[in-house]
């Protein structure tokens, strides 16, 4: 049972445009909502986080929105660059109870056309 | 300040042969976690340890099994290899027992013939 599900798979979007990747949960359980970031050959960074008592959260170009009653929360890219190419991960985990067991999307890789 | 460092970087195997990777956990990180990444695919979390205990596991078969030392670096192990262990497997540290704010490391790519 795949409890978080990410699209799209695959993006590509022109340089400054706006790169919006979904994700939506199952376990109304799950209170802590990461995406990381993962070059080829690197092992998958932290990007940004949130929790679900605030509905958005923005770190200089990288923004996640956040719907608790959708149980869904997405992450926005402006101004894409192509340096953002990468793979991006939604990650969802219920920190009292998991204990550090993030489940992960399937992820999006992004690309960025000059 | 060095991050998750580990060890091997590539290994090839063969079918029913057993493997030990290895990983150093961030300075400062008392807490190590493993999963197991197919190519393609999200990473899937394999356990947890703390305190040189595993705290948490994945659905993962016996196959897999792990040791945490006293400087918390860690070891895991996969005996009797299967074609379908064939993948990346990435060590994540944290500070603290329950922390879910993880560190990854590059990760070990594992491909078993």
């Known amino acids: 049972q795949q409890q978080v599900k990410q699209s799209p798979q695959s993006l590509i979007v022109q340089k400054g445009g706006i790169s919006i990747i979904n994700c939506a949960y199952e376990n109304t359980a799950f209170d802590y909502f990461p995406w990381y970031q993962q070059f080829p050959g690197k092992g998958p960074a932290l990007l940004i986080a949130i929790r679900p008592d605030v509905s958005e959260k923005k770190e200089g170009r990288f923004t996640i929105s956040f719907n608790k009653s959708a149980k869904q929360f997405s992450l926005h890219i402006m101004d894409s660059q192509p340096g953002d190419s990468a793979t991006y991960f939604c990650?969802?985990?219920?920190?009292?109870?998991?204990?550090?067991?993030?489940?992960f999307g399937k992820g999006t890789k992004l690309s960025v056309k000059p | 300040d060095a991050g998750v460092t580990q060890s091997p970087t590539h290994l090839i195997k063969t079918r029913g042969q057993q493997v030990t990777l290895r990983c150093s956990p961030k300075s400062g990180h008392d807490t190590v976690s493993w999963y197991q990444q197919a190519l393609g695919q999200g990473p899937q979390f394999i356990f947890q340890y703390y305190e040189e205990e595993e705290r948490q596991r994945g659905n993962f078969p016996d196959r897999f099994s792990g040791h945490q030392f006293p400087n918390y670096s860690s070891e895991l192990n996969v005996n009797a290899l299967l074609l379908g262990d064939s993948a990346l497997y990435l060590c994540?540290?944290?500070f603290g027992y329950g922390a879910n704010v993880l560190t990854f490391g590059a990760g070990s790519r594992l491909t078993v013939l």
């Open positions: 990650a969802a985990s219920n920190e009292g109870g998991s204990q550090g067991n993030l489940i």
């Open positions: 994540a540290s944290s």
